[in-house]
């Protein structure tokens, strides 16, 4: 049986849990939490109530949303903020694999977007990507092409997402993916905090010839919620930072992925 201690670490581990949740769709059910966690739902109204407190979250009736949409921006705005000069130089390492002429996914994320900030020396490319904020930036570049999935938007990710993202890329070949993730274990492999997306970045998968994993250390040898369905031989490169671990870089070529550090 657990110590007292330990039983207060497990909530607060869920509570977080739940607000990665929140901060990746937007809002979550009841409903959603209670088969997630495979709690009771007035566990779960608690946990939420706990939240709305810290003025993180809004509830409602059978759920809960982040606390109004201007925190909602701010949410945002601070995670693009963390890693940043980490991300960058991932982004800068990642953009130099592309190459003129290619037809490229870029997913929705943070460090995906520092790839774009890096293409001055792209001419011509075809992007397909479910990131609202990416396709802005690269849509009036001059011979940048661009595709959007449809889907259901997701603001906190400036995403789409859902059945319909998914099912654009059935006729979708890319030479590359430029993949996002929340966590990444050489043992659990790639997880996230919502399972929304993750039918839309298996199918990226399958339309990509050679698939690159962009995540900064702090993601790496940790576990999300939700782990992504695919085997070690889908995924062909990690680009991450100099944070890695020896024995990290080790343990994933030992699964066949080639690590590059920025």
């Not at 509830?59 to 693009?80: C, D, H, V, W």
């Not at 003129?100 to 020396?121: C, E, Y």
């Not at 050489?186 to 039918?199: A, F, Q, V, W």
């Amino acid at each position: 049986m657990k110590t007292r201690s330990e039983q207060l670490a497990d909530m607060q581990q869920r509570r977080e849990k739940i607000l990665e949740m929140i901060r990746e769709d937007g809002t979550v059910t009841v409903k959603q939490l209670t088969e997630a966690f495979d709690l009771t739902q007035a566990t779960i109204r608690t946990d939420l109530r706990e939240l709305q407190k810290q003025g993180v979250v809004q509830r409602y009736y059978g759920g809960a949303t982040l606390a109004t949409g201007k925190q909602n921006t701010g949410a945002l705005l601070l995670e693009r903020q963390v890693n940043l000069e980490e991300k960058n130089a991932i982004g800068r390492l990642a953009a130099q694999q592309i190459e003129n002429g290619d037809a490229v996914i870029f997913d929705s994320g943070t460090t995906t977007t520092a790839i774009v900030d890096h293409l001055a020396h792209i001419h011509r490319l075809s992007v397909t990507t479910n990131a609202v904020n990416i396709a802005l930036k690269l849509g009036g570049e001059p011979g940048i092409n661009i595709l959007l999935t449809g889907g259901t938007f997701k603001f906190p990710t400036l995403s789409t997402s859902g059945e319909k993202a998914a099912s654009f890329f059935e006729n979708v070949l890319a030479e590359k993916l430029f993949l996002a993730t929340a966590a990444i274990s050489p043992r659990r492999g790639l997880s996230y905090p919502s399972e929304t997306d993750i039918n839309v970045k298996s199918a990226m998968i399958r339309s990509a010839k050679t698939v690159y994993v962009v995540a900064d250390s702090s993601k790496i040898d940790k576990v999300s919620m939700f782990a992504l369905p695919c085997a070690w031989s889908d995924i062909h490169y990690l680009i991450t930072d100099k944070g890695i671990s020896a024995g990290a870089v080790k343990a994933f070529e030992k699964l066949g992925v080639t690590v590059l550090v920025a």
